[in-house]
């Protein structure tokens, strides 16, 4: 099936979306004064772990179709890049609490007309998860599930374990609240397997030039493929970073950036994030490479510039590749809420780098 052209009637807003956005975005106001209050310290709201920063090139494929070649995919060049490893919630726990991992890429140098231009820079984010689908995929459904998730990350160590590791009880919350069951237990319920062999996802969808597409991330080489799947063996507090470190204190990684093309809007919905588009209507297609030699990731330089000062935001971009759907829509504000809090009160000023040699070695 040939790929859906983008136009801007692709989004369906509802009348009351900006009041739910509204609502939303000061819960999680509220939420993040308190956690700032418990730490002394302000926190994103989500994804507040950080487990690793690392520096990187990523290098678009030169052989590319047309219907690929969109965007800042349109050539090939190599970029440098900054991407940050994290885990979910919007608070500090225990690496043994399972939890999805985030990854978040920064490309730097990007040309093209800004989607935010009061950002600043010349950078295009995009911000993935080891999940291919929300359990709350519409604005009007992640508000109701929103004080459960909320009280989920609060929660003391062991409610934690109990939320992760009841899969059936998971399942009936989800449902009672109008989520889909499979991607809440696929965020929740899951393993605590090595972040570096993950497969990465923007599960909502962007704008892919003249289309639209959701993008992976998939590992390709050796050294972090054999990770796939892996549990860490030395979990503790902060596992998951301390296997982050150990892994590129002696070897590199690569990495495959794909472009999933929007075939069907009917099983392929832009509105609706919940739902993991098929496969077989469109499978996913390599754009570019992603590589990071050996480095240092953890280190007090580099943890505090990527907690404290590094922010990531989808709509930090290029108009051709502009965030979609309600879920995007609402991201807009919140992120840019969460940013504005966490800079001011940490007294660190907002900076978008320019260049890879700004992130500290």
């Not at 972040?195 to 959701?214: C, M, N, S, V, W």
């Not at 907690?307 to 502009?322: R, T």
């Not at 000023?349 to 040699?357: H, I, T, Y």
Request: aromatic fraction near 6%.
């Amino acid at each position: 099936m040939s790929p859906i052209l983008y136009t801007p009637d692709i989004e369906v807003i509802d009348e009351e979306e900006r009041t739910l956005i509204n609502q939303i975005v000061e819960q999680m106001g509220a939420t993040s004064r308190c956690a700032f209050e418990r730490h002394r310290h302000a926190l994103r709201d989500a994804h507040a772990k950080s487990n690793g920063l690392l520096k990187g090139q990523l290098t678009v494929h030169a052989d590319l179709p047309d219907e690929l070649r969109q965007g800042l995919f349109a050539q090939p060049r190599t970029y440098d890049v900054v991407a940050r490893l994290s885990s979910a919630p919007g608070d500090i726990h225990s690496d043994a609490i399972p939890a999805a991992r985030g990854f978040a890429l920064k490309i730097i140098g990007v040309e093209g007309e800004r989607l935010t231009p009061d950002i600043g820079g010349h950078n295009q984010d995009f911000l993935m998860v080891n999940f291919p689908a929300l359990a709350f995929g519409t604005i009007a459904k992640y508000k109701r599930m929103l004080t459960l998730l909320e009280a989920n990350a609060h929660a003391p160590d062991t409610f934690q374990r109990l939320v992760a590791g009841t899969a059936h009880g998971a399942k009936q919350v989800v449902e009672a609240l109008g989520g889909t069951p499979g991607a809440t237990l696929d965020g929740l319920a899951r393993d605590n397997h090595h972040p570096l062999g993950e497969t990465y996802h923007t599960q909502a969808a962007i704008r892919f030039g003249d289309y639209i597409a959701k993008l992976a991330l998939h590992p390709s080489s050796a050294s972090v493929r054999q990770l796939t799947g892996q549990p860490v063996d030395d979990i503790a507090y902060a596992g998951m970073r301390d296997a982050v470190a150990a892994h590129f204190a002696q070897h590199g990684a690569e990495y495959t950036l794909s472009a999933q093309l929007c075939t069907d809007l009917a099983s392929m919905p832009v509105e609706d994030a919940a739902v993991t588009w098929p496969e077989h209507a469109s499978p996913h297609r390599p754009l570019a490479t992603l590589r990071f030699a050996p480095q240092s990731t953890a280190h007090p330089a580099r943890q505090v510039y990527g907690d404290d000062v590094l922010s990531f935001n989808p709509w930090n971009g290029i108009v051709a590749h502009q965030p979609l759907g309600g879920i995007m829509r609402i991201r807009r504000f919140a992120y840019e809420r969460s940013t504005a809090f966490r800079h001011a009160m940490n007294a660190q000023p907002r900076v978008e780098p320019g260049q890879a040699s700004d992130i500290p070695d």
